[in-house]
């Protein structure tokens, strides 16, 4: 099995870096391609996590606020989100995993799928419940899942 050489924190910083300034300027295939050779990186520490972690947020919170999501946009959208929530799991980091669900229930009913929508937010309201999450998180929680009920009338 090959062996991979950790990342430098620079590599990591930067490829984060350019993936999210380029999604804030618009040039999604350029953002697409800095997060995926970050997410290429292997041997990654528990900071790294952190980092990826922090940039899936940065990015899927800036496209989902985009007016019109082209499949290009939504595909970055779901894995920016996804990737949020997978390297707060692998962290350990539980606020950052509660964060991430809302996030992921954000991305996915901003890209039209309000089933998967309505169970991450449902999987949000259940960490909040069980953990030490603060009033914000709770009510922001509560208020995604009303909107979405009120969009698809559940």
């Excluded at 390297?87 to 669900?101: F, T, V």
Aim: aromatic share 2%; net charge negative; glycine share 6%.
């Amino acid at each position: 099995m090959p062996q991979h050489e950790p990342p430098t924190p620079t590599e990591l910083g930067r490829l984060c870096a350019t993936a999210m300034e380029a999604a804030a300027a618009g040039a999604i295939a350029e953002a697409a391609r800095a997060l995926n050779a970050a997410l290429a990186l292997g041997d990654l520490s528990v900071d790294d996590h952190l980092r990826l972690a922090a940039c899936g947020e940065s990015i899927a919170t800036r496209l989902e606020g985009s007016p019109m999501l082209d499949e290009a946009t939504r595909t970055l959208l779901l894995i920016a989100a996804k990737t949020a929530r997978i390297h707060s799991g692998l962290a350990a980091d539980w606020a950052g995993i509660r964060r991430a669900e809302y996030r992921i229930a954000c991305a996915q009913f901003a890209a039209g799928d309000a089933v998967a929508a309505l169970r991450h937010t449902r999987q949000c309201l259940e960490l909040c419940e069980a953990g030490e999450a603060g009033e914000d998180e709770r009510r922001s929680a509560r208020e995604l899942l009303e909107r979405i009920r009120r969009a698809t009338a559940e």
